[in-house]
């Protein structure tokens, strides 16, 4: 065996990575304080229920809900679009890097259960619709008006139906 070899990990079924029902919230990189706060509060309503937050790990929207799960107990995962695991914000616990850049919104959609997708430009519309190409279902606040996103007026009402969809 040489020097360079590392052992395997295999990991049990019931990890808590695999297990746990995976939300992603997608959005504005820039956003204003109401959108902010809703943001931030979807995060807290993810953790408290369990479930684990994927976003694409920087500013804005990312960010103010990243801040809400880690408040509300949580872990974030955030799969960045650049190459250094530093550019995350503070609130990421599992940063993923993948020096794709925008690419790498399907990454953060493929690594949902749901996503929920609050305020957002183009970039946010992409994750939309690679989302819905891969048939997951997408909440939305104060986003595009689609016909395939359901929207909700506040984030209480986006976790219940997070709530119906993974009882079911």
Partial sequence: MSGNTRPTRIFP??????????VAVIGASAAGGEILAM????????????????TGGMGGVMEAASRGAKS???????????????EANPWVDIAITTGLGHL???LVVGNADI????????????EIAHARIRGIPVFGLRTWNLPQVELF?????????ICKYFEA
């Avoid at 808590?16 to 995976?22: C, K, N, P, S, T």
């Avoid at 943001?39 to 994927?54: D, N, S």
């Avoid at 007026?153 to 139906?161: G, K, S």
């Fill in 72 to 86: 509300g107990g949580g872990t974030v995962l955030g799969i960045l679009p650049g190459a250094l695991r530093s």
């Fill in 104 to 106: 790498r919104n399907a």
């Fill in 153 to 161: 007026d506040n984030p209480e009402q986006v976790m219940a139906q």
């Fill in 115 to 126: 996503v929920v997708a609050i305020d957002g430009a183009y970039g946010t519309l992409s």
């Fill in 13 to 22: 079924q019931n990890s808590l990575f695999r297990a746990v029902g995976r």
């Fill in 39 to 54: 943001a931030e509060e979807m995060g807290r309503l993810i953790a408290a229920h369990g479930y684990l937050l994927v």
